[in-house]
């Protein structure tokens, strides 16, 4: 069983989790190795999650919560747990971006965080090395949490053709990825439209951006740089932004012939199956 160490459940939300999962298990009357069986987990991930040596995952939540009958409370705040994982300069856009009635965004280099499959998701965040990659996926794939809710935001998407091109992850990544892309169809408030190559020179140019609605809230514009991210309300900034991204929707192609263009690269540059050696071992 791992030590039990005295947490400081105000000195972050893991900590919190920790001493929040301790006490319901204690209440339960059960050791750690028993909640363990319970959720087909080991004692020793119990223990490391209760000591805030280890962040939950919301499976791992949503089990607790089920086998102990809190209602749901590990599950609420595993969100804000994972939140915390993020790097500290995005914590802000993130919590931003959950409160936006719209989104609009150009991505020039790869997909939208928030259309990013788990796998595309973890090639990406991989680039730098981080030591804490699992916990930065699991953050990913909690914000896209707001395309699921019963109100989420209009969201807009100007891709970039490249970002179809750009082999990241592999083979079997991109094709999955881009058939990801192709099922958001289903979803009303998801549009995605690729600036195609033609299109030439064009007012992204100059990199990435987002632009955030609110209900009573000023308008916000979103850009990052090599080490942070920038917000501002500024008017001038927005509206120009704005301006810019409407130039860009007006040169990209249509919701439907960016469809068929997302669907014949996915068949003719990454094929109908994956490659023998990134098959999955079953």
Same mark, same amino acid.
């Given at each position: 069983?791992?030590?039990?160490?005295?947490?400081?459940?105000?000195?972050?939300?893991?900590?919190?989790?920790?001493?929040?999962?301790?006490?319901?298990?204690?209440?339960?009357?059960?050791?750690?190795?028993?909640?363990?069986?319970?959720?087909?987990?080991?004692?020793?991930?119990?223990?490391?999650?209760?000591?805030?040596?280890?962040?939950?995952?919301?499976?791992?939540?949503?089990?607790?919560?089920?086998?102990?009958?809190?209602?749901?409370?590990?599950?609420?705040?595993?969100?804000?747990?994972?939140?915390?994982?993020?790097?500290?300069?995005?914590?802000?856009?993130?919590?931003?971006?959950?409160?936006?009635?719209?989104?609009?965004?150009?991505?020039?280099?790869?997909?939208?965080?928030?259309?990013?499959?788990?796998? @595309? !998701? &973890?090639?990406?965040? *991989? $680039?730098? %090395?981080?030591?804490?990659?699992?916990? =930065?996926?699991?953050?990913?794939? /909690?914000?896209?949490?707001?395309?699921?809710?019963?109100?989420?935001?209009?969201?807009?998407?100007?891709?970039?053709?490249?970002?179809?091109?750009?082999?990241?992850?592999?083979?079997?990544?991109?094709?999955?990825?881009?058939?990801?892309?192709?099922?958001?169809?289903?979803?009303?408030?998801?549009?995605?439209?690729?600036?195609?190559?033609?299109?030439?020179?064009?007012?992204?140019?100059?990199?990435?951006?987002?632009?955030?609605?609110?209900?009573?809230?000023?308008?916000?514009?979103?850009?990052?740089?090599?080490?942070?991210?920038?917000?501002?309300?500024?008017?001038?900034?927005?509206?120009?932004?704005?301006?810019? @991204? !409407? &130039?860009?929707?007006? *040169? $990209?192609? %249509?919701?439907?012939?960016?469809?068929? =263009?997302?669907?014949?690269?996915? /068949?003719?540059?990454?094929?109908?199956?994956?490659?023998?050696?990134?098959?999955?071992?079953?």
């Amino acid at each position: 069983m791992t030590h039990i160490r005295d947490l400081d459940p105000s000195a972050s939300p893991l900590d919190y989790y920790g001493a929040e999962l301790r006490r319901l298990r204690e209440a339960a009357d059960l050791n750690q190795k028993q909640l363990g069986s319970i959720i087909y987990c080991t004692g020793s991930l119990v223990g490391q999650i209760e000591t805030a040596r280890k962040v939950p995952t919301r499976e791992f939540s949503e089990r607790v919560d089920a086998a102990l009958g809190t209602e749901g409370a590990l599950s609420r705040l595993v969100g804000l747990v994972l939140r915390s994982q993020l790097p500290s300069w995005f914590q802000p856009y993130a919590e931003l971006e959950s409160r936006a009635t719209y989104i609009s965004t150009y991505q020039a280099q790869v997909v939208y965080g928030l259309l990013q499959t788990e796998s @595309y !998701a &973890r090639a990406v965040l *991989a $680039a730098p %090395s981080p030591d804490n990659l699992d916990e =930065l996926v699991a953050a990913r794939i /909690e914000r896209q949490r707001i395309l699921a809710r019963e109100h989420p935001p209009l969201t807009w998407v100007v891709l970039d053709e490249a970002a179809l091109y750009r082999p990241i992850g592999g083979r079997t990544v991109m094709r999955n990825q881009l058939r990801h892309l192709l099922e958001l169809r289903d979803q009303r408030r998801v549009n995605v439209q690729v600036l195609p190559f033609s299109a030439g020179e064009h007012t992204g140019l100059t990199g990435s951006f987002t632009l955030m609605r609110f209900g009573q809230d000023p308008d916000l514009l979103y850009t990052e740089d090599f080490v942070s991210g920038h917000a501002t309300a500024n008017p001038e900034a927005a509206n120009e932004g704005s301006l810019r @991204y !409407a &130039r860009l929707q007006a *040169a $990209a192609l %249509s919701v439907e012939d960016s469809a068929a =263009l997302i669907s014949r690269v996915m /068949e003719e540059r990454y094929g109908p199956e994956p490659e023998p050696d990134e098959r999955g071992v079953a």
